[in-house]
């Protein structure tokens, strides 16, 4: 009896010494927060700062995380949304930009599958079956180069003179790419005329069948008749046969002083200044300003600029590429 009693007087000593020793420790601060400003209020950690990363490995990124979504969706997608490549990475790998600038041509309603204005992203083509334009402009055709060039006078239309004269390569002459010109200007004759890689572009578009229209501003002595514009269209027999005008009007005169513009769809050489002579009206100063939908505006002599896609779309349809 004796000894159970030392025992459970034991026990409830173990019992509240280990309660005391739960009390101090309850107290004390945890080791990390000892060492790291916790509840001890001991020194704070430093915070660490992120380096701070480049847009282009930020862009990298997007473009992983795209491409793992894109086979994502090819895999497990639903019929007809799964085929295909997504609409902007196409775009993207003809040259158009970056998919972020891609997808914002789409969003500017410029871009159209087989006919179709697209203006919503996640659109699925197949560059091999899809006809895919932007700006009216095919992506095939992306690859080639479109230049207007105001030829000045006394430039000679051609990309190589022999004898030394200024000629039209000598605008392009730091283009890797071979590039030659759409018709020809006689060597006193200023304005607009195209220079592009693109053969079969340019072959229709100085193909008879196709008629595209070409505008000239000529400067004549008058006083002219009020019916020369009907003789010009009703036709003027030259030496190759007759030429006619397709448009004619007067455009400014003082004095004897005539700027007329003629238009016309035929491209033999000299054929705007023979029919005005032939007319009893010697041309002094002859200036193209327009070819087809192009037109010269404002472009000051001698510069080459790049046409726009919008430009060379509208050209592709004024003769059915």
Known sequence: MRSSGRNSNRNHRGAGNQ?????????????????YGGKGGGPARPKRTKPARSREYDAQIEERNRERHDRKSSAGGAAGDGEGERLQKVLAR????????CEELIDQARVEVNGRIV?????????????IKVDGLTIAAQSYLFFALNKPAGVVSSMEDP?????????????????????RLDT????LILLTNHGELAHRLTHPKYGVTKSYLAAIQG???????KRLKDGVQLDDGWARADHFRVVQNTGKNYLV??????????????????????????????FGPIVLGDQKSGWLRRMTHTEVGQLMREVGL
């Open 19 to 35: 309660r005391d020793e739960k009390r101090q420790r309850a107290g004390r601060p945890r080791p990390e927060e000892r060492a």
């Open 94 to 101: 003809a040259g158009l930009g970056s998919r972020r600038s």
């Open 119 to 131: 203006t919503s992203q996640g659109r699925r083509v197949d560059p091999e079956k899809d006809e």
């Open 163 to 183: 004898d030394g004269r200024q000629c039209l390569g000598d605008y392009v002459q730091n283009r890797e790419t071979r590039l030659f010109h759409v018709g």
């Open 188 to 191: 006193e004759t200023e304005g």
């Open 223 to 229: 006083p002219i008749p009020r019916d020369l514009g």
């Open 261 to 290: 513009e003629v238009s016309l769809h035929e491209g033999r050489k000299h054929i705007v200044r023979r029919m005005l002579a032939e007319s009893g009206f010697p041309v002094d100063k002859l200036v193209r300003t327009r």
